[in-house]
């Protein structure tokens, strides 16, 4: 299973489509991205989180406890995208106008120019 931690510096409720997109992106990091299968993730308040196991049982290194009640997400579809953005400055875009000039023409290129 894998965990996603929502960071919340303001601690005002956090959204509900930001816990969505937390459990989308908890199922599609899990097995079910390799199982094909579609499933469904929880979540729960930092308080029922915990790193020590009650007496008398054991925690594997690196996994927490969860105490109370798990609020589960409806199932969901395995998506996910990667999406980047770049900031170019119109400096840039001057100083590089340039670089981009077609390097050869085919048919409809050249009618489109004609037109």
């Known amino acids: 299973a894998s965990t996603v931690i929502i960071k919340n510096p303001t601690g005002g409720e956090v959204p ?8 989308v ?3 599609s990091h899990s097995n079910a991205w390799k199982e094909k299968v579609v499933t469904s993730a929880y ?5 029922q989180v915990s790193k020590t ?9 690196g996994s927490f406890m969860i105490r ?14 990667l ?5 170019i400055s119109e ?7 340039d670089e981009r000039k077609p390097k050869f023409f085919d048919a409809r290129d050249q009618q489109d120019t004609t037109q």
């Open 53 to 61: 196991a009650p007496s008398g049982e054991y925690l594997t290194p």
């Open 91 to 97: 400096e840039s875009v001057l100083a590089h106008a």
């Open 68 to 81: 109370g009640k798990k609020n589960i997400l409806p199932p969901s579809t395995l998506v996910m995208g």
């Open 25 to 27: 992106f908890a199922t």
């Open 16 to 23: 509900p489509l930001t816990i969505t997109q937390a459990g």
């Open 83 to 87: 999406g980047l953005l770049f900031y």
């Open 43 to 47: 979540w729960v308040n930092e308080n």
